[in-house]
């Protein structure tokens, strides 16, 4: 009965602990956006395309140690209002001036930070600096695929205030993770001159507001319509018995979201592939072949550092996991 009653208790805790951020998706996103870039940018990013999948997730590593993280990766567009929510002023300033810096941060600056990254990268670009560009290109890609995810642009971020706890694993991860590999096509052309990248990114996190009911909506009716038994099941991951949502389940919501995840993440490709194209030609179409390719020592301790703080601190519960806040 012992043994049992332990058996039970670990399968609660990994449930909790197998909805983590999409870490598989931000990958595949930052992976195969380096396809759609022109042969002049591809000596530098084709030879170093595993750097830049493996460090698509450095800034949700870092929101562990570095407090004022967290808030870049989404914003409450719904706090401000009604869709447009024209009450939110575009540009930083306007919008801390009207509201305060703190309230701002507090609810999210996604599409602020996205421009902050941009104007970095130019500048790396500018520089020929081979450390600062792959980095800010890995991490702009990461932050421009959290605001393509509906529930980043959104107060009820993980169905907490609707008792759907967990449907921000299941859109972001669970979904990719299930189905990505044998049915959605990645391929979304050439990256494009993006000529206002802060109208650009405001349009796609209001498009990802627009769906965040839809979201949360089409997963309720599912529930309602499904038997717990069939909602959810036990399965084997890396030799550890999860309890995770059924295959079943995780079909049937991306039939009724009309393949919606898929969409976002070939959105997000392209976008992150045009970003960095953008910020390429607005420093001039700098020479890439003839870059020296180095890391220093201090790139190397940063790397380490993120790392080492992930794997201290990563096991935090899933509601932890998926908000922490400017700040706290």
């Known amino acids: 009965?012992?043994?049992?009653?332990?058996?039970?208790?670990?399968?609660?805790?990994?449930?909790?602990?197998?909805?983590?951020?999409?870490?598989?998706?931000?990958?595949?996103?930052?992976?195969?956006?380096?396809?759609?870039?022109?042969p002049a940018m591809l000596v530098l990013y084709k030879p170093n395309i595993d750097f830049l999948k493996e460090h698509a997730v450095d800034p949700d590593k870092r929101r562990?140690?570095?407090?004022?993280?967290?808030?870049r990766h989404y914003i409450d567009l719904n706090r401000y209002g009604n869709y447009p929510f024209e009450t939110l002023p575009r540009k930083w300033e306007d919008a801390v001036e009207k509201f305060g810096e703190e309230a701002v941060t507090a609810h999210g600056i996604v599409p602020w930070w996205v421009q902050v990254m941009h104007r970095r990268l130019t500048s790396a670009f500018r520089e020929r600096n081979f450390?600062?560009?792959?980095?800010?290109?890995?991490?702009?890609?990461?932050?421009?695929?959290?605001?393509?995810?509906?529930?980043h642009a959104h107060s009820n971020y993980n169905g907490q205030l609707t008792n759907q706890h967990g449907i921000h694993g299941l859109w972001e991860s669970r979904i990719p993770e299930l189905l990505a590999a044998k049915q959605f096509n990645y391929f979304v052309g050439k990256a494009s001159y993006i000529s206002s990248p802060d109208t650009f990114i405001w349009k796609v996190v209001l498009e990802s507001a627009a769906a965040a009911d839809t979201v949360l909506r089409e997963e309720k009716k599912l529930t309602?319509?499904?038997?717990?038994?069939?909602?959810?099941?036990?399965?084997?991951?890396?030799?550890?018995?999860?309890?995770?949502?059924?295959?079943?389940?995780t079909e049937a919501y991306n039939d009724v979201l009309g393949n919606?995840?898929?969409?976002?993440?070939?959105?997000?490709?392209?976008a992150v592939a045009s970003f960095w194209y953008t910020a390429w030609v607005d420093a001039g179409q700098p020479d890439l072949l003839n870059i020296e390719p180095h890391f220093t020592a201090e790139d190397i301790s940063d790397f380490n550092y993120i790392d080492r703080l992930w794997r201290q601190t990563g096991n935090l519960p899933d509601s932890s996991r998926l908000r922490i806040r400017c700040g706290e």
């Open 260 to 270: 919606m995840v898929e969409r976002r993440m070939r959105q997000s490709i392209a």
């Open 64 to 71: 562990y140690a570095v407090a004022e993280e967290g808030c």
């Open 224 to 249: 309602e319509d499904i038997s717990p038994d069939r909602k959810y099941a036990f399965e084997s991951r890396n030799g550890i018995i999860l309890r995770q949502y059924s295959s079943y389940f």
């Open 131 to 151: 450390s600062a560009i792959l980095k800010l290109s890995a991490e702009i890609g990461h932050y421009i695929s959290d605001a393509h995810v509906p529930l």
């Open 1 to 38: 009965m012992h043994r049992k009653l332990i058996l039970v208790l670990q399968m609660i805790l990994l449930h909790k602990l197998c909805f983590c951020w999409g870490f598989y998706a931000h990958k595949e996103i930052n992976y195969h956006a380096v396809f759609s870039l022109p």
